[in-house]
């Protein structure tokens, strides 16, 4: 290995430029073949470094937000929803609601495409640099559950305004217990003009006492996530069993 190119790769290593350490050859190759000056040469190497990091960031986001399974806007069937207002769900894609500290409230029944919707949400966001997290309801219950059973709760707490957005996906479908629902209160408290949520749901609201169980403490909630959300109302048949009516028929 010529000298030069042994210094090169050893510079490119210490100063962390993996793929500048890739290409830097073959775009020399391209910088004289198409006559390109040194300056012009430098900016494609560094084009190169500064696109592969941005991607690598967007990467490590989405899986740092706990996506149970990646969706996105393009694979959503509005056709099959027409109650769904897409020019609104649209907007909601540039993320502005989450720069402005506002939440997002999907209610319809289930198999409407709620998870759908606010997966495709937070992955854009990921996608626009922001930290989000997902969690189902039930699941982050057990986590708070758990934190304060083991005396971390105030140590998490700290954490819960760390992500620009967390999703909280289906609310509604297991009960809470007294403790359970007043940590999740705790928790969507916290975050009240501080940080964006995203809620899933299968109740309209008057039903989320069923839930909570307590309905002073359910009112302060409602008062505090419905304060400049936006509210998606989703109803329609289950997208779900209608596929699975289809591939019956095409069986039959």
């Not at 941005?54 to 969706?71: H, L, M, S, T, Y």
Request: proline share 3%.
């Amino acid at each position: 290995m010529p000298v030069n190119k042994m210094l090169i790769e050893t510079y490119l290593k210490k100063l962390k430029m993996p793929q500048v350490a890739k290409t830097y050859e073959s775009l020399a190759r391209e910088a004289a073949d198409n006559n390109l000056d040194y300056e012009e040469y430098l900016l494609c190497v560094l084009e190169q470094e500064v696109h592969q990091r941005e991607n690598n960031r967007i990467q490590r986001g989405i899986r740092q937000a706990g996506f149970p399974v990646i969706k996105t806007i393009e694979s959503f069937d509005f056709l099959a929803i027409p109650s769904l207002n897409k020019p609104r769900v649209l907007k909601l894609m540039q993320g502005e609601y989450i720069r402005r500290r506002e939440n997002v409230i999907l209610i319809g029944n289930s198999g409407v495409g709620k998870t759908h919707i606010a997966t495709a949400l937070g992955y854009e966001a990921c996608r626009q640099g922001m930290k989000v997290k997902f969690y189902t309801a039930a699941g982050l219950i057990n986590e708070l559950l758990a934190a304060q059973q083991e005396y971390r709760l105030n140590k998490l707490e700290k954490q819960w305004l760390a992500p620009q957005l967390v999703i909280l996906d289906e609310l509604g479908y297991v009960p809470f217990n007294k403790v359970g629902a007043e940590l999740l209160f705790q928790f969507c408290s916290s975050r009240y003009e501080r940080g964006s949520l995203i809620i899933t749901t299968n109740l309209e609201f008057p039903k989320w006492t069923e839930v909570l169980g307590d309905e002073q403490m359910t009112a302060a909630l409602l008062d505090r996530l419905t304060h400049n959300a936006h509210i998606l109302n989703i109803n329609g048949e289950s997208y779900r069993f209608k596929q699975a009516l289809s591939k019956q028929a095409n069986n039959d």
